[in-house]
């Protein structure tokens, strides 16, 4: 059973920083793919990075890229997601996924298991 725990979100003034953790259980070799995503209101959920579990280069969104910085803790079994730069338009849940199924790693298609998700807020 594989459970992802998100936590680190909360409310920030724009250009400020944050740092998402997600505590894993339950991961193997199938998984493939450890990722972030998020969701606006009223905004489908999108990728925002991600990491190859085996090795590559790690997949950033156009529109997070130079500000944020997706790594993992093998020991710790911990996935991170360091926030800089921060903007209004970064607002949304963040949701933290394994990945075991078939197709990039990008994509939501490539991921079975997702925690509940927290929360970020940049407002001045």
């Known amino acids: 059973l594989v459970q992802l725990v998100e936590s680190g979100g909360g409310s920030v003034q724009p250009g400020g920083s944050l740092r998402l953790s997600c505590a894993a259980s339950?991961?193997?070799?199938?998984?493939?793919?450890m990722g972030w995503f998020r969701q606006a209101p009223g905004k489908e959920r999108e990728g925002v990075a991600a990491?190859?579990?085996?090795?590559?280069?790690?997949y950033y969104d156009y529109s997070v890229k130079g500000r944020f910085t997706i790594s993992q803790d093998k020991a710790k079994n911990t996935l991170y997601l360091q926030m800089d730069s921060l903007k209004p338009e970064d607002t949304a849940m963040y949701y933290c996924?394994?990945?075991?199924?078939?197709?990039?790693?990008?994509?939501?298609?490539?991921?079975?298991?997702w925690g509940q998700g927290t929360q970020v807020t940049v407002s001045s």
């Open positions: 996924a394994a990945g075991d199924r078939s197709g990039y790693c990008s994509r939501e298609t490539a991921y079975a298991d």
């Open positions: 339950g991961i193997t070799d199938s998984h493939r793919c």
């Open positions: 990491v190859y579990t085996r090795g590559g280069t790690p």
